[in-house]
């Protein structure tokens, strides 16, 4: 047994303040990667301070059209939500792809994007590991591969975000509201995480004591035409190998907006600019969806390993993202 101290602050200033002042201390929300991640030793916190009554559990309308999101929310709550399910259908089946009924119960909006890998090699304290314990090395070069990245990747780590939400936002362009020990601020989605680098060991853009209480998705008309899919190995509890989040617009004939987003391929979920670019003003076919998916994938680096390596996640990417486009482009009635 490690033991540790339990915190139940009254505030979220509070709280911030617990954690910004002790370097040993971290955030519970749902806990659902935190109790598995000190069961098995990866971390191991002097001080948890309990936040899941202090943030909010309401899905709240923007004035802009959008929604706010309360990072106490919890996912299966989110996705069960009416809004989110007629205005940004990728969010809600996102999420009803991740973990399984009961971790959705439990697993809250601001913690679900701040899981960690789930790269074996992090996981297991008893082999190197950058991530984890930084200069050690990288155990995955050379090692099992399969689920690892193909974009973004470093010397230092090849090591995948785990999270279907967090691709969706990606998608939607979702600002991120952070109270830490400097004040308020807004971080966009697409900026809160980080690629490996030289520091692995850092998953995101936040300061220790940072803490998410809220995630504001905006106005997208548009979005309602919009889809997540994920490939994996089994049909439920099972991490991206590949997976994609999209939304289109479609005027006159030709992809007047796009939106992409790709997870299962890098350290942070990727958004796919050059994809978009080649989307944008062109009539949809299925030439044109393979161009988009080839210029995102032009730097791919997939990876060698004792289990056959990832190269097999070029492909993948390119037939999934072709799939998830023809699906969105295809004209229904009353739409």
Sequence with gaps: MRPFEFA???????AVEAVAGDPAATYLAGGTNLVDHLKLGV?????????????????QDDSDGGLVIGAGVRN????????????YPVLAQALLSGASAQLRNMASTGGNPLQRTRCAYFQDV??????????????????????HAILG???????????????????????VHVLGPAGDRVVPFTELHRLPGDRPDLDTE????????????????????????????????AFALV??????????????????????????????????????????????????????????????????GNAFK??????????????LTAEEPGR
């Design 8 to 14: 139940r602050p009254a505030t979220v200033r509070d």
């Design 43 to 59: 971390v191991s916190p002097h001080r948890i301070v309990d936040v899941t009554a202090l943030t909010s559990t309401e899905i």
């Design 76 to 87: 299966s709550d989110l996705a069960a939500d009416r809004r989110v399910r007629e205005r």
């Design 126 to 147: 008893t082999t190197p590991c950058n991530k984890r314990s930084p200069g050690s090395g990288c155990s995955a070069l050379g090692g099992a591969t399969r689920q």
């Design 153 to 175: 990747a470093s010397e230092h780590c090849v090591a995948t975000h785990p999270s279907d939400l967090a691709v969706a936002l990606a998608a939607l362009d979702a600002r």
């Design 206 to 237: 936040l300061d220790h004591g940072d803490l998410i209480t809220a995630i504001t998705v905006p106005a997208l008309p548009w979005a309602r035409r919009s889809a997540y899919r994920k490939v994996r190995d089994r049909a439920s509890y």
């Design 243 to 308: 997976s994609v989040a999209a939304a289109v617009s479609l005027e006159d004939g030709v992809v007047a907006d796009v939106r992409v987003a790709l997870g299962g391929v890098a350290h942070k979920p990727w958004r796919a600019h050059r994809a978009e670019e080649v989307l944008r003003g062109a009539p949809p076919a299925e030439a044109l969806f393979r161009s988009a998916a080839e210029a995102e994938l032009a730097d791919a680096r997939p990876l060698d390993g004792i289990d056959g």
């Design 314 to 327: 070029i492909p993948l990417v390119t037939r999934t993202l072709t799939a998830v486009l023809r699906d």
